[in-house]
């Protein structure tokens, strides 16, 4: 599993490197909690050079000064890594283009702020991780404001943590106790009454085949033909339980859109590894 890196959260910066190591060992602490849940990344917009603690202080730093207790280095070392969005997550990036991401607080006092980190943290439907810079940042839930198009600003909250006791929070640890594992769900309809609807085009057979196949699967709810095109059998998934999948022959491709019983990304990425295994 992995976690998000709170950029807003270098603010504010400590006063200096003394105070910037205990914030550091706070951090430190509560990843080696997190790993104990079986956390193993914590995505970031920044790398580790450009994560501040202090004035010509940064993360980078802190992790190359032998002053600072190995055991606390070991804990990140190898834990932050780059693009805050894993480039194979389309469904995910897509979301984050079409819209704007902010944050916001009244007290303490934070103006109307562009946020990356909590924006994929909501998206990919995981935690994020901050600093302690402020009580502000120990928050086990922090409301970002979503607006596009269809919105001009829902807010929805991200689940947070700062500290070790974070995790001993209960609407932390239920949330973590889910996100460990993921159960699908069956579908009660039979295969013979899945609906299925296909244009009348050239590859209407080999769809159609594929999908008396796909129909027998109990994770499938229903199919119908889709535009052109792709090279992976699963090209592209869709939080709301949707995914495309790709037939592919010897002259051309044929895409299949595919309703799952999913509820949300994680369940809708088991069903499709589940019919990549089984079908492609």
């Known amino acids: 599993m992995e976690m998000l890196f709170n950029e807003l959260s270098v603010e504010p910066l ?35 050079n450009n994560i501040k603690l202090a004035d010509d202080y940064s993360l980078y730093d802190w992790l190359h000064k032998k002053e600072v207790p190995e055991l606390y280095r070991n804990f990140i070392y190898g834990m932050i890594i780059r693009p805050f969005i ?43 991780i901050s600093l302690s810079s402020m009580f502000l940042w120990d928050e086990v839930t922090l409301p970002i404001i979503i607006e596009s198009d269809e919105d001009g600003g829902l807010v929805q909250n991200v689940f947070n ?8 929070q209960p609407v932390i ?54 535009n052109w095109g792709g ?18 022959n010897s002259s051309r491709s044929y895409a299949l859109w595919v309703q799952t019983t999913g509820r949300n990304m994680r369940e809708t990425n088991a069903i499709a590894e589940i019919l990549t295994t089984k079908y492609s």
């Open 161 to 168: 943590v700062s500290r070790r006791e974070s995790f001993e």
């Open 231 to 248: 090279k992976k059998f699963i090209r592209k998934i869709y939080k709301d339980g949707t995914l495309e999948i790709v037939l592919t």
């Open 86 to 128: 894993n480039e194979e997550d389309e469904e995910v990036e897509e979301h984050y283009i079409t819209s704007n991401y902010y944050f916001e607080s009244i007290d303490p006092s934070v103006p109307k702020t562009e946020t990356v980190g909590l924006a994929a943290a909501y998206l990919y439907e995981t935690l994020s």
């Open 14 to 48: 400590s006063g200096d490197i003394y105070e910037a190591n205990k914030k550091m060992e706070l951090f430190a602490r509560t990843v080696g909690e997190a790993r104990k849940r079986n956390f193993r990344n914590i995505r970031s917009y920044h790398d580790t």
């Open 173 to 226: 640890s239920e949330f973590v106790e889910k996100l460990g594992v993921v159960e699908i769900i069956e579908t009660d309809i039979e295969p013979g009454e899945k609906k299925i609807h296909f244009s009348d085009h050239h590859g209407k057979d080999e769809l159609r085949a594929f999908a008396d196949k796909l129909k027998l699967s109990p994770y499938v709810v229903e199919m119908r033909g889709t």
